[in-house]
């Protein structure tokens, strides 16, 4: 019976987990699809409970199982074969644990959208060496000679 819950949980949270990337491409910004950017954010928002709950059934359904595993292991009275404790179980628990981080981020990604104008930067194109030092010093030519320097100048 604890298989059959165990399976059904991990069924639900990778179910989950493919609803929760289809609503995270949805609210991204950089997409097409979704609207304005309130409710990209509130899709985003959506995303992110929505990974939360896949982590939390993957994690509850990985515990499951290692906790039935190791009380089966250590109970004396039990003669069937025992199991240990296997890497796939570590990979749920971190995977479970990535998804509910994942699903933290995508929910405080509503945060940045506050009321306040985002600060815009102007481009005002890029200076060379030689524009920047003509700029400073325009009334004085530069009548240094130019320096050679070889391999031993360095050295």
């Known amino acids: 019976g604890y298989i059959q819950a165990c399976r059904g949980l991990m069924i639900s ?3 989950l987990g493919f609803f929760g990337a289809v609503f995270g491409l949805v ?3 950089c997409t097409k ?3 304005s ?4 954010a509130k899709i985003a928002c959506l995303a992110g409970l929505i990974f939360i709950l896949s982590g939390l059934c993957s994690m509850t359904s990985c515990s499951l199982y290692a906790n039935r595993i190791t009380s089966e292991f250590f109970d004396p009275s039990f003669v069937a074969q025992k199991y240990e404790l296997g890497a796939a179980l570590f990979i749920g628990w971190a995977g479970a644990s990535l998804c509910i981080i994942g699903g933290s981020i995508f929910c405080f990604s509503i945060a940045e959208n506050s009321n306040s ?3 815009g930067y102007a481009y005002n194109g890029a200076a060379s060496v030689m524009s920047s030092r003509t700029k400073v010093h325009n009334s004085v030519p530069d009548k240094t000679p130019p320096k050679h320097f070889d391999k031993n100048a360095y050295v």
């Not at 950017?37 to 990209?40: F, G, L, R, S, Y």
């Open 117 to 119: 104008a985002r600060r």
């Open 27 to 29: 609210g991204m910004k």
């Open 37 to 40: 950017d309130q409710t990209k």
């Open 33 to 35: 699809v979704g609207g």
């Open 13 to 15: 949270a990778v179910c």
